[in-house]
């Protein structure tokens, strides 16, 4: 069975950085594609980024520049480096793993950033 747990958020200043964790067990899938999303509060749910097995990467506008997605080669362990935080990146942050029409999700960790 496939679980995806998600770790590093917390309360930061503006400015600010945290680095989120995702760590995916009971996956076969050779290749896939493991994301970032985000839902803020009274949004719809958002793509942050992606990254694959073969190493293709794929930003939101609003993070590039900012946000840096990373996977430990081999692995099913991905990361989201955020610096310079601003207050409309405050959501709750969820990692998803992909392999054709199949989806799994994390429960989700809380960004806070305040102003």
């Known amino acids: 069975q496939v679980q995806v747990v998600e770790s590093g958020g917390g309360l930061v200043q503006a400015g600010g950085s945290l680095r989120l964790s995702c760590v995916v067990s009971?996956?076969?899938?050779?290749?896939?594609?493991i994301g970032w999303y985000r839902q803020g509060p009274g949004l719809q749910r958002e793509l942050v980024a992606t990254?694959?097995?073969?190493?293709?990467?794929d930003y939101a506008a609003s993070v590039k520049g900012r946000f840096t997605i990373s996977r430990e080669k081999g692995k099913n362990t991905v990361y989201l480096q955020m610096n310079s935080l601003k207050p409309e990146d405050t959501a709750v942050y969820y990692c998803?793993?992909?392999?054709?029409?199949?989806?799994?999700w994390g429960q989700g960790t809380q960004v806070t950033v305040s102003s």
């Open positions: 998803n793993l992909r392999y054709l029409i199949f989806d799994y």
């Open positions: 009971g996956s076969t899938f050779s290749t896939n594609v």
């Open positions: 990254i694959s097995t073969s190493g293709d990467i």
